[in-house]
């Protein structure tokens, strides 16, 4: 059996179920009514402003009927209908204020154990049968990355995969770019040298949520695709020492990408950022992008540089690389503010050619959430 | 006359000018080093890692030449040289670690006093000279917000604007949407409501920073448009109460928007974000699309809705409010990540047709830096 009881002059109330109790304000209740008058019938959108609701509003009587619970607010003299399953959903009481360093709960962690289970699926699979896209999706969405196999391996294919959820954010690299050899290459990506693990485009603001990686040609010696939970292993400096974690979350570094004339970009962010509930939200680590750091006192700098060094040491920690070469009509996908990625030197009579394109976040989880329902 | 002076064994090194000393560490410096096996010559992306300096690096010597500095490191025995104007452009010393909440020094705050000199320009101007390009996007900057006059007021306008210096962020509403009266809108704004003033999709993550908004068609009767300084109203209100200020920064809000089966957009993030230096970053303010908060705990609620209430006080505040009437041709600009827009309600025999479109601020920034240089 429920019970309510109504508290502090109307100010909140408990609603008392068998196991817990749980408080709600009135300001709350009456912000989130669920009624046709503050919230639109048909989009659900909130049709009023805070000012709309008195300063003084508090509850005169609720009542259970069925499941529901019917609020009356004072001064409106307003009856509000709540699902009990609506309320006890939304619950915020009892959460204790959670200040730790912590990664959100539905994100798995890993390391290069995943290589025996990389997550993929073939390209085919996802675009007919949408069971198979909302496992493939929740997978790039817990571990941050994912395959997907079965591709023609025709310069285009890569955009197969952004049309599965969303869609492409352009760039001055253009819709898409082409990783392979160049002559006197903008970009590093565009040379057969090795490059460190990284997150693309820390010089950006906001910073490419996703990447997709598709493959042409890969008959090269060497170029090996690697990949990285930056999540991991920023919990990991986080464990062994506190304080050089705190270093590269509580300083912002610089990042910067220029061609001549045409392109000019800049970024003053952390490696490591922090929500304001100390959630890890994005890593922000590219050695070729790296600019002289401006931000940090003199005398932290010194630390600062020690933490770096460590972080960097622990993406090179090939403990914590997944690594895998990708064949013509293969691809994979990166939550980039989340995970690094690499490829090795190559070189040889062979040639490789990689198809890149950036998306976003957004529509991915919005497609995942649309498939759950 | 400069002098150079080597310290603790080789980890730093003092510049000093006639009027100041600078100190740079021998890490910093070798990190930063401009010779061509540190630095790409072609494309200045850096070719080393941080591992790729050894761990006990130290200055072993530094000498002022013309205008460089040579300093060669222990262990490598490796010169560098760094010009002059480099380092004193670079330096870092003697800047107090200054975490009090701020706003970029760049950024000019404003209020309705804006409303006599509404930054503005013509799209054949903006097309056609580069200096006046230059001077519109650095209104942009500063000011978040501007406007754009001369254009045919034909479906379409709204791409020169995009094509001035970026790309398009498409998303669920299209590459562009259509703001005007529709049967069962799926969002409010195609309504004739007046909406309180705010950011466009907080519950998109990342938010696009820029949105504009062009007129084709504005004889209804209302539908005048409004924009705020979300940086000035959030530093008036730490100014009024830093407390205040601290409950709407410091805990996460939720945004939400929902279309049945195809859309499901939900975000957790602050309705003031700071960055790790404490300096105003994002501003998150929807009416519509706030969704219950859930990660206030039960004891700050009451005073999370005060400071949100005096937010949302100071954003209906006219003393705050620029307002204009676009007219077939015109349209504006706002960097979605600090002015918030409003339009007014809208009625009678007249028609109000809008289309609007999202691009992002690195594109902007870049194309702004490229012409100053």
Known sequence: MFGIEICNSGSFMILKTPQESFRFHAIWLRDNALDETTRDPLNGQKLITLQDIPKNIRLDAAVIQGDEILCTFFPENKIIRYPLEWLLDHSYD?????????????????????????PTDNISE????????????????????????????????????????????ETNYGRHFEVRNKINPVNLAYTGLALQA??????????????????????????????????????????EDPQSFSFLANFPARYSYNEPKNVSLHTKKPMIELGPDNELICIRFNSRSSAPLLDVPFNSMEKYYKSYRRFSELVDDHRNQVTFKLKPGEAFIVDNTRVLHSRKGYSGGGKRWIQGCYADKDSLLSKLRTLEK
Not at 98 to 118: F, G, H, M, P, Y
Not at 138 to 143: A, E, I, Q, T, W
Not at 159 to 167: A, E, H, K, N, Q
Not at 217 to 238: C, H, P, R, W
């Open 94 to 118: 009892g959460k204790k204020e959670n200040r730790a360093i912590k990664t959100s709960l539905d994100k798995v962690l890993w390391d290069k154990n995943l290589e025996k289970s990389v």
């Open 126 to 169: 996802l675009e007919s049968k949408p069971d198979s896209l909302k496992k493939w999706l929740f997978d790039v969405h817990r571990y941050g990355f994912a395959k997907v196999s079965g591709m023609t391996g025709i310069p285009g294919d890569i955009f197969r995969i952004v049309d599965l959820f969303g869609y492409v954010r």
């Open 198 to 239: 990284h997150t693309d485009n820390p010089y950006r603001d906001p910073v490419p949520t996703l990447q997709i990686l598709s493959c042409i040609e890969n008959t090269a010696q060497g170029g090996e695709s690697m990949v990285i939970d930056g999540f991991k292993i920023a919990m990991l400096l986080y464990d």
